[in-house]
């Protein structure tokens, strides 16, 4: 469903100029109650504003596969697999622009979904849990008011964000990302074999561009979210290790990216699909 290899995204109409401005860029917390009435509003904004940039935050890494592997790659995917198959998403940070990297003008620019998730039940690193709470996640608030997976699948199915060719996905070393969205949309556990994980990746979501992949072709970039987004003078617009505000950041940082470094356009053939960390068995990409 994707396009064909060696079409660009382009943009070079107008270069993305966005000012880190909170009036410009609103960040909308959802919770269980207004879950229905958000996602109403969604529908009509990706209508237009069909670059989505997404990050979550979940509990951390609390397991190692083990057994044979055949090569590092398969290991990753083993470790990623085994942890999202036992924790719980927490949250969920989506933002949406245009094919210019504007936000959209009449309402919130993000979304963050909160999800039900009991601190006294479920598994979580210690170590995560804490960055969390002091990042101000409200663990008693995600246990009373928080979304229900199930509910939230249902309506991102009909919303017009997955299954679509026109949707673009925009993200930061997102295998554990896609792989808790993938769980939640499935209902079920991540695949055994990584080619079929990325098989339903692709199915949901056709056209995806990992900045932490994207990096491997700018001089001068590197580390993690908030490094990159410092070294391009990219301010953050909320808390850090928030989903929405991640998400937002995200965005931001990609369209400049690809004003900078790309000449306004990234080629498919090149970069759609790839997660950095993280590659199909039969392509044999390195990550250092």
């Not at 109403?40 to 044979?68: C, S």
């Not at 993938?182 to 990992?210: G, Q, S």
């Not at 990609?254 to 790309?262: V, W």
Request: aromatic fraction near 14%.
């Amino acid at each position: 469903m994707s396009e064909e290899n060696g079409s660009t995204e382009s943009g070079k109409e107008q270069s993305a100029n966005l000012p880190p401005d909170d009036k410009t860029y609103q960040i909308k917390d959802v919770w269980a109650d207004n879950l229905e009435e958000e996602f109403k509003v969604i529908r009509l904004v990706v209508q237009k504003y069909n670059w989505v940039a997404m990050d979550t935050e979940f509990p951390g890494v609390v397991a190692r596969p083990v057994g044979e592997f055949r090569d590092s790659n398969d290991f990753q995917y083993r470790m990623l697999k085994c942890n999202v198959d036992l924790l719980r998403i927490i949250q969920l940070g989506i933002t949406f622009f245009d094919d210019k990297g504007n936000p959209p003008v009449d309402c919130n620019s993000t979304w963050q979904f909160n999800f039900k998730f009991e601190i006294n039940k479920d598994m979580y690193a210690q170590e995560s849990i804490m960055l969390l709470q002091n990042s101000g996640i409200q663990f008693q608030k995600h246990f009373t008011d928080g979304i229900n997976p199930l509910h939230f699948a249902e309506l991102l199915m009909t919303s017009g964000l997955v299954l679509m060719d026109n949707i673009r996905w925009l993200s930061f070393h997102s295998g554990y990302d896609f792989g808790y969205l993938l769980k939640v949309l499935t209902n079920d556990e991540l695949p055994i074999d990584i080619n079929e994980f990325f098989e339903l990746l692709k199915l949901f979501f056709p056209t995806i561009y990992d900045i932490k992949y994207l990096i491997r072709n700018c001089q001068f970039l590197g580390g993690g979210l908030q490094d990159v987004a410092e070294q391009l003078s990219i301010p953050r617009i909320g808390q850090q290790h928030q989903a929405g505000s991640d998400s937002l950041l995200t965005g931001m940082l990609f369209f400049k990216m690809r004003e900078l470094f790309f000449d306004g356009s990234i080629d498919n053939s090149k970069f759609n699909g790839i997660l950095y960390g993280l590659a199909p068995s039969e392509l044999n990409y390195s990550f250092q």
